[in-house]
């Protein structure tokens, strides 16, 4: 993954994570709003957690979870037109 990541040192799921992507920096790669990233941790499109309220989401996105989320993005005809306005 080339996503700039905040570096942690803790485990989640039995595996150690020492970089986990920012919200941010997955919205600007995926070309999607804050909201839309927001929307896909409410909905379970994207694995994230918090470890306590008001703190950063921990942000668990492989390969396959980005392409499926490139594909729904593609696929959506809210996202496209976005998309097309800002271009």
């Known amino acids: 993954m080339s996503f700039p990541s905040k570096v942690f040192g803790e485990k989640w799921g039995g595996k150690q ?3 986990v992507p920012i919200i941010r ?3 600007k ?3 999607v709003s804050l909201n839309v990233i927001y929307f896909w941790i409410k909905q379970g499109y ?3 957690r918090r ?3 008001g703190l950063p989401y921990w942000i668990k996105l492989d390969r396959e979870d ?3 989320l490139r594909q729904r ?3 959506s005809y809210k996202l496209q037109n ?3 306005e800002h271009s």
Do not use: G, R, T
Request: aromatic share 4%; hydrophobic share 40%.
């Open 73 to 75: 993005v593609l696929n």
């Open 25 to 27: 920096e997955i919205a």
């Open 17 to 19: 994570f020492s970089k």
């Open 29 to 31: 790669k995926l070309e």
């Open 51 to 53: 470890v306590k309220n």
């Open 66 to 68: 980005e392409e499926k």
């Open 46 to 48: 994207l694995k994230a």
């Open 82 to 84: 976005k998309k097309n």
